[in-house]
């Protein structure tokens, strides 16, 4: 990035978006002077500057939950910037995984962001194996074990569409999808896969290669 097209404010500053790369989450709205900006561009780690503290502030310095920088984006009028990270933990200082948690108007989630959240649920599961937790159990029985539990799934779908039942439909593919992601993160994937091989396979011609 050519810093010199960046319009900074009065005081020095930018805004900056940081949004997840995988997911499209919206984590943090925070502020760059150029020295913040240098230094995420060297070091691919999110930095900012404390408007609060007047100083450098480095993402997960403290916490321990930094966040790696995969584009840096300028938008077209030159006085915006977002950061696209992979989040090593909550963007939050309140243990929520993004500062945006608290909704003024509430709308439909997006499956996108659904299935990320749940598999990033999963993920943590299969981590801690905390007491009580189902995919912690199904884990410690064995991937056969979850490919069953595939198997039963899928025959309840099908079952479900031969009787021409929505609704039934609609809660046994959840069932299915939410063990299909149960094995995908016990075999290193997640939806982010799936979705830039669906993007390969069916993009309109000309259009965009998947991040």
């Known amino acids: 990035m050519d810093l010199s097209q960046v319009k ?15 997911t499209g989450e919206v984590l943090t709205l925070a502020y760059a002077n150029r020295e913040a900006l240098e230094e995420t561009l060297r070091t691919r780690r999110s930095t900012f500057y404390s408007r609060s503290r007047k ?21 077209c009028d030159g006085d915006a910037v977002v950061y696209r990270v992979l989040p090593h933990g909550p963007a939050c200082h309140t243990g929520e995984r993004s500062c945006f948690h608290r909704p003024l108007l509430s709308g439909e989630p997006s499956l996108g962001f659904v299935l990320s959240q749940v598999y990033a649920t999963i993920q943590e599961r299969l981590r801690t194996l905390p007491e009580g937790s189902y995919v912690a159990k199904l884990h410690q029985a064995g991937l056969d074990r979850i490919l069953k539990k595939i198997g039963e799934e899928a025959g309840e779908v099908i079952i479900a569409a031969k009787n021409q039942n929505p609704e039934e439909v609609r809660w046994e593919a959840t069932d299915l999808l939410f063990h299909l992601l149960i094995v995908l993160a016990e075999l290193g994937l997640g939806p982010e896969d799936l979705a830039r091989t669906l993007w390969e396979r069916h993009r309109p011609p000309g259009g965009p290669a998947p991040n």
């Open 8 to 22: 900074f404010d009065e005081q020095g500053l930018v805004p900056v978006v940081v949004q997840d790369a995988k």
């Open 55 to 75: 100083t450098l502030w480095r993402k997960g310095e403290t916490s321990g939950n930094i966040q790696e920088v995969v584009e840096v984006l300028l938008d």
